[in-house]
């Protein structure tokens, strides 16, 4: 009788073990999708106050467990996918120079726009490395910083779009860059405009 009262308590504890690990199990999936949803629509939300709000979302919900609700991360987050597009814009111009034959007109073109993007790629990763340094004391400072440093990468990619008008600039190189060059600054406009949110939220986090 005393093995089998204490087979059935063994056999008790191992149950209440299983279930203490189902019900963890049960509320870790149960309060994912909750953040999940509150976190994607947090991003969709501050997306509506952009120039671009079908790109910002798209570009930014993939980060949204990341991002959580937080206008500094979100607005930091828009600055990497910026960074990131224009890193990738200025190696497809050089690849472009590198292996084709371009009119002189095109090329010195081209050669313009590869130096006013590297200048947006600098004005970019200088404000990727403030945003993180923010505090209350120089709140106020860095984010004026960050309007001016973001605004001129997005006069740069307007420069570097004008320099590719006109019809004699027709042709695969236009189409290759313009395409990039506007989605970069459609970008940079998105960022720029969720910066200026966080500057008005003065929210900390």
């Not at 467990?65 to 497809?92: D, E, M, Q, Y």
């Not at 600054?185 to 405009?193: Q, V």
Request: aromatic share 6%; net charge positive.
């Amino acid at each position: 009788m005393q093995g089998s009262s204490s087979s059935s308590r063994h056999v008790l504890a191992i149950l209440l073990i299983i279930l203490q690990i189902t019900s963890s199990i049960a509320k870790t999936f149960s309060h994912k999708p909750y953040h999940t949803k509150r976190n994607t629509e947090y991003i969709r939300s501050s997306c509506t106050t952009t120039t671009y709000p079908r790109l910002c979302y798209r570009s930014l919900s993939i980060y949204a467990s990341k991002i959580n609700t937080s206008p500094r991360l979100i607005a930091h987050t828009a600055l990497l996918v910026t960074f990131r597009a224009s890193k990738s814009t200025s190696r497809l111009m050089r690849k472009i120079v590198r292996t084709h034959r371009l009119k002189p007109r095109v090329a010195a073109a081209m050669a313009d726009c590869i130096e006013v993007i590297d200048d947006s790629i600098d004005e970019l990763q200088k404000s990727i490395g403030e945003i993180v340094r923010i505090r209350r004391s120089n709140f106020v400072l860095i984010m004026s910083d960050l309007q001016t440093w973001v605004s001129a990468a997005l006069t740069d990619e307007d420069t570097c779009m004008d320099g590719f008008s006109g019809r004699a600039m027709n042709g695969y190189a236009k189409m290759m860059v313009r395409k990039r060059i506007v989605k970069i600054a459609h970008l940079t406009s998105n960022a720029l405009a969720l910066i200026n949110n966080y500057a008005s939220s003065q929210i900390l986090d």
